[in-house]
């Protein structure tokens, strides 16, 4: 079984950028197709971006579309996430996740395996 490690959140003023991580263990990271989800306070846990195995397919939440890049190495198996033109709206706790179905999916419930999360703040 999977285990995920997201690293990389923070405090960033509107219009900044941060790089989130997630470091993957226990189980053959290229047979997962993984995820990015945010959770914002009062909120549910939201789709943020997605790529599939091997890199070639990714999706993105139109809110995010062409502010963020998800991408992956699996040399590395890790999953990243760069965020630029952060805005308040994005401040959340990011999660990444993991699914072992074959295609890419926007569905939170599809994702089997779950890293514990990691803060970001946008300041206004």
């Known amino acids: 079984q999977v285990q995920l490690v997201e690293s990389g959140g923070g405090l960033v003023q509107a219009g900044g950028s941060l790089s989130l991580a997630c470091a993957a263990s226990?189980?053959?990271?290229?047979?997962?197709?993984m995820g990015w989800l945010r959770q914002a306070p009062g909120k549910e846990r939201e789709f943020v971006a997605a790529i599939s195995r091997f890199g070639g397919t990714t999706m993105y939440t139109d809110s995010v579309k062409g502010r963020f890049t998800i991408s992956r190495d699996n040399a590395k198996n890790t999953v990243y996430l760069q965020m630029n033109s952060l805005k308040p709206e994005d401040t959340a706790v990011y999660y990444c996740a993991a699914d072992r179905g074959a295609l890419v999916t926007t569905t939170v419930g599809n994702y089997d395996h779950w890293g514990r999360g990691t803060q970001v703040t946008v300041s206004s």
């Open positions: 226990g189980g053959t990271f290229s047979s997962y197709v």
